[in-house]
T-cell receptor
Framework: LAKTTQPISMDSYEGQEVNITCSHN???????ITWYQQFPSQGPRFIIQ???TKVTNEVASLFIPADRKSSTLSLPRVSLSDTAVYYC????????????FGAGTRLAVHP | GAVVSQHPSRVICKSGTSVKIECRSL??????MFWYRQFPKKSLMLMAT?????????EQGVEKDKFLINHASLTLSTLTVTSAHPEDSSFYIC???????????????FGEGSWLTVV
């Protein structure tokens, strides 16, 4: 599986837009990019998944440049409840054999 | 979205005893389930991959005789920590991959996690 690199931590304030970038230089042609959110003492929760360009759902947007060597998770107008750890994972379509988590990005949203 | 349930959410056991954690996919069939452990403020560490009806595949460094994994049906996998010791205290999380996948990649769903404390 392609290795990913994310910032260890980020700080933001309520109402701001937060962009978390993930580097995956060795992404393969059939790899998808998936982001998960994890609150303390809970399992990770699926946020968004994409292959190229832009994907948007009710929670977030995912921007993927043409070379796909990075991706950016965008959280619009964050609130205190968005304080969590965000993980970027990359794996082949049709089934990850296994999901290996990196360190993730610890986002702290302040009042 | 798909729901994966773990039970118990918290368990305390005495050192030397065994404890079982269940992972169920409630509204889908899962051909593959994964077990992770997570220490405070650390990332998830994959322990093993279990496929329905076959033996689990353990990650390097994980003792298969200590962490017994059974995936007897398409909706249930169990992790048994045998002869538990205080250092086995951790947050254990399972995840499941749906048998029927969408065309938008491969989403895997996670359980709520189970806290194990060995005293």
């Amino acid at each position: 599986l392609a290795k990913t690199t994310q910032p260890i931590s980020m700080d933001s304030y309520e109402g701001q837009e937060v962009n978390i970038t993930c580097s995956h230089n060795n992404i393969a042609t059939n790899d998808y990019i998936t982001w998960y959110q994890q609150f303390p003492s809970q399992g990770p929760r699926f946020i968004i998944q994409g292959y190229k360009t832009k994907v948007t759902n009710e929670v977030a947007s995912l921007f993927i440049p043409a070379d796909r060597k990075s991706s950016t998770l965008s959280l619009p107008r964050v609130s205190l409840s968005d304080t969590a750890v965000y993980y970027c994972l990359v794996g082949p379509a049709g089934g990850y054999n296994k999901l290996i988590f990196g360190a993730g990005t610890r986002l702290a949203v302040h009042p | 979205g798909a729901v994966v349930s773990q039970h118990p959410s918290r368990v305390i056991c005495k050192s030397g005893t065994s404890v079982k954690i269940e992972c169920r996919s409630l509204d889908f069939q899962a051909t593959t389930m994964f077990w992770y452990r997570q220490f405070p403020k650390k990332s998830l560490m994959l322990m093993a991959t279990s496929n329905e009806g076959s033996k689990a595949t353990y990650e390097q460094g994980v003792e298969k005789d200590k962490f017994l994994i059974n995936h007897a049906s398409l909706t249930l996998s169990t992790l048994t920590v045998t002869s538990a010791h205080p250092e086995d205290s951790s947050f254990y999380i399972c995840s499941a991959r749906p048998r029927d996948r969408t065309n938008s990649g491969n989403t895997i769903y996670f359980g709520e996690g189970s806290w194990l404390t060995v005293v």
